[in-house]
């Protein structure tokens, strides 16, 4: 299956894990790698679905707890977002992904300063994942302090940022 979905073929990939699931249906990984799929294609309901049965059959399985929190995420559902990516940072604190993503729920509940400090640990974690600078710059700047947004903005810039070089270079600002 996975080999389909890195090749964009997500029905065959589809079909695959479901053969897999089929022959082994307490394969918690292969419930998660579905669900994945099914969020690639848009139907997150079927992902939290397969999210949930793998946490089921693997209640410590870090990427499901992140995969459904992305799914809740994109159907709008922060709340319930945050309280997964809650879980898989205390399966795995040094999940840096699991606190960029927390940290942009927050960030959409207007959360600013909860978003930061999230944000702040991602880096600490991954300081070279440019889209946690531009992310926490847009924070910053939500809270006033354009200059530090501005700053964060440069960091991911330097770090090879097409997006925040075509930023920085639209407001006339050198990086």
């Known amino acids: 299956g996975s080999a389909y979905y890195d090749l964009g073929d997500k029905i065959r990939a589809i079909a695959d894990f479901d053969r897999d699931i089929e022959l ?28 949930d049965r793998a946490i089921e059959l693997d209640p410590k399985y870090v990427a499901a707890y992140s995969r459904r929190g992305v799914a809740y995420f994109e159907l709008g559902d922060m709340i319930r977002a945050i309280v997964d990516y809650d879980r898989a940072i205390e399966l795995d604190p040094k999940d840096a992904g699991a606190y960029y993503n927390r940290g942009f729920a927050y960030y959409k509940l207007g959360n600013n300063k909860r978003a930061i400090a999230d944000y702040d640990s991602a880096i600490e974690l991954d300081p070279k994942d440019t889209a946690v600078y531009i992310s926490r ?39």
Do not use: C, F, T
């Open 24 to 51: 082994n249906p307490k394969d918690a990984s292969a419930y998660s790698l579905r669900g994945l799929v099914y969020a690639a294609l848009g139907d997150n309901k079927r992902a939290i679905a397969d999210y």
């Open 137 to 175: 710059g847009k924070a910053y700047a939500q809270l006033g302090d354009a200059m530090r947004g501005i700053s964060d903005i440069k960091i991911a810039a330097r770090l090879g940022s097409k997006e925040a070089q075509d930023w920085l270079r639209k407001q006339g600002i050198e990086w």
